[in-house]
């Protein structure tokens, strides 16, 4: 086998790992797009309720019992609540929007440097071509995805939008995309070695073949 065929192979195994991780990257990010923007979609006396149930389950789960409080007391928990809920809750939504569409870029921006390249080049080269382009696209996107849904709230019945909820949006989607850029060099960069090693022995293989 020639170091080419050694390159090949092993550049070729990586980027369809790497293709499959960007392609189920994206449907989820989809998902998480598609599940916020059917959320902010509810009037707000049908998410007010929503976040009110939540809030007594969440206080059954914490060991109190809301049949014990009075009419005006459940209100008044559940009112000073709901906003904290409400907010963490699009945290949490933007967040998982933030790290799939991170993981998306990623996956599809490696796996695009390891077929041109035909393996792993060096640090430097993931950082300047693939790191930095993929946290980029991933934030821009994020942060227009917020806007456009704080936008798209002041349609809806009783919602309205908000520059504080766009940042409150764009900082779960940030900590979704350095949780996802931290989780990826411990993942992937073994892999892509994995690949540069294959290629090294095919060369020495290749090589001594040449020279026998």
């Not at 550049?11 to 990010?29: C, E, T, W």
């Not at 946290?135 to 456009?148: D, G, H, I």
Request: proline content about 3%.
């Amino acid at each position: 086998m020639s170091p080419e065929d050694g390159r090949s192979d092993g550049s070729r195994n990586a980027a369809r790992v790497l293709a499959a991780v960007s392609f189920a990257a994206l449907a989820l990010a989809a998902a998480a797009a598609v599940f916020i923007f059917v959320m902010s979609s509810d009037p707000a006396i049908e998410s007010d309720a929503r976040s009110g149930r939540l809030i007594i389950l969440l206080l059954k789960i914490s060991g109190k019992d809301p049949g014990s409080m009075s009419a005006s007391e459940l209100e008044e928990l559940t009112d000073s609540l709901s906003r904290t809920v409400r907010k963490t809750a699009h945290f949490l939504e933007f967040f998982a929007l933030g790290a799939t569409s991170s993981v998306h870029a990623l996956s599809a921006g490696l796996s695009s440097v390891i077929r041109r390249s035909g393996g792993y080049d060096g640090i430097a080269q993931i950082w300047r071509r693939v790191f930095i382009p993929g946290a980029v696209s991933a934030t821009v996107f994020s942060l227009l995805y917020a806007a456009s849904d704080e936008f798209h709230q002041t349609f809806v019945p009783g919602r309205s939008g908000a520059l504080s909820d766009v940042m409150i949006d764009f900082a779960g989607s940030s900590a979704g995309i350095a949780a996802a850029c931290a989780a990826f060099v411990p993942v992937f960069i073994p892999l892509i070695k994995k690949t540069a090693g294959e290629r090294y022995r095919s060369g020495i293989r290749g090589k001594a073949e040449k020279d026998n």
